[in-house]
Nanobody, 117 residues
């Protein structure tokens, strides 16, 4: 069983930066995909960025070039570096871990990110 705990959220002015962390209680090397999602008030949860066990990454168009996802298997932690933040980035950010065999999905509890204009 894997538990995911996010941290690093907060209030920042537009143009600022934050780094989110997602610490896993178990080994994340068993998780084939780690990803960050976000959910703004009144909107559906959406994918922000993902990183595969081999290191390849993907990003939503809205954050590409501003956000960077990285994983440190030795520290059982996944990071989301967020630069040039915009008010529309305001949301609760969730960490997600996916194992493919057997298939399992894990979610963290979320961390609030608020970007003021």
């Amino acid at each position: 069983q894997v538990q995911l705990v996010e941290s690093g959220g907060g209030l920042v002015q537009a143009g600022g930066s934050l780094r989110l962390s997602c610490a896993a209680s178990g080994s994340i090397y068993r998780l084939d995909v780690m990803a960050w999602y976000r959910q703004a008030p009144g909107k559906q949860r959406e994918s922000v960025a993902g990183i595969f066990s081999g290191g390849s990454t993907n990003y939503a168009d809205s954050v590409r070039g501003r956000f960077t996802i990285a994983r440190d298997n030795a520290k059982n932690t996944v990071y989301l570096q967020m630069n040039s933040l915009k008010p529309e980035d305001t949301a609760v950010y969730y960490c997600k871990g996916v194992a493919l065999n057997p298939p399992k999905v894990y979610w963290g509890q979320g961390t609030q990110v608020t970007v003021s204009s």
